[in-house]
């Protein structure tokens, strides 16, 4: 039997998290939302523009009904993250946070020291981080260490689209840390991309511009929705072993054999 999604003793559904931003249109992402099926969205404090902009923002958001869980985007130092992230608890009133630092304006890597320190100071104030991070081993070690239950180490830079770029980094995490929960967070450009993680034993993905870019995003963000439960249910029924040689399928052992007189 498959175990449930559990973040911080919340026990979810859907193994698909995604993003409000870059929509075309409210409308659109509202649907699309709706679409993924997805039970958690994320909402970053720092993009609204004017109060009235954000409180119109924040109804449609209320209006999904879903969990959110507030993002520290754009953030390039630690006292920047850690008073983003009390700002945020203030207004969705909630201790979950999605944890990012920027360490490099090209690539928007994780700064992976400040990371460190951002996620002791918040932990200590009672937030409950969700960490955005590389798919570093020790990096991710430090971070359980720390107290972080949850994970979110990137498949790709953030917006690329590439899927995952070093498949072996993210196994080698997901087999070292057994016990934790791990999503694929960035870089997801495909449905066929959110599967291969999930088929890995990663226990969700979470995703914005792939959806919200998408030529068609509410059709997109049921692709993905697909994607996700087809490969929690492969990861589920165990892969057959692949092989160096050919196997048919069907036996030639005990065939009647035809042959003219």
């Known amino acids: 039997m498959d175990k449930p999604l559990t973040i911080y003793g919340q026990t979810l559904s859907s193994r698909l998290f995604i993003g409000s931003a870059l929509y075309p249109s409210p409308a659109v992402m509202q649907q699309s939302i709706e679409a993924s099926g997805a039970e958690v969205v994320t909402v ?55 944890l990012e630092l920027i360490g490099d304006e090209y690539n928007l890597q994780p ?28 990096i991710c070690q430090k971070l359980v260490d720390l107290g972080c239950e949850v994970l979110m180490p990137w498949g790709a830079p953030i917006g690329t689209g590439k899927g995952l770029l070093n498949p072996y980094a993210l196994k080698t995490i997901r087999e070292r840390l057994p016990n934790t929960t791990l999503l694929v967070d960035a870089g997801l450009g495909l449905p066929s991309h959110a599967a291969t993680a999930m088929e890995m ?18 059709a997109m963000a049921k692709a993905f929705s697909l994607a996700v439960d087809a490969g929690r249910i492969a990861y589920e029924a165990k892969a057959m072993p692949e092989k160096e040689v050919a196997k048919p399928s069907t036996p030639t052992m005990g065939m009647p054999f035809w042959h003219q007189q």
């Open 44 to 98: 970053s404090l720092r993009r609204q523009g004017t109060l009235e902009a954000g409180n119109d923002f924040w109804q449609l958001i209320k209006d999904t009904g879903l969990k959110v869980l507030p993002n520290t985007a754009g953030c390039h130092s630690v006292q920047e993250a850690v008073t983003l992230a009390k700002m945020c608890r203030e207004v969705f009133q909630t201790n979950w946070v999605k």
């Open 111 to 138: 700064d992976p020291i400040g990371l460190l320190e951002a996620t002791k100071q918040l932990i200590d104030d009672g937030f409950e981080v969700l960490p955005y991070c590389t798919d570093d081993l020790v």
């Open 201 to 218: 034993g990663y226990d969700a993905v979470l995703l914005n511009s792939a959806v919200a870019q998408a030529g068609d995003p509410i």
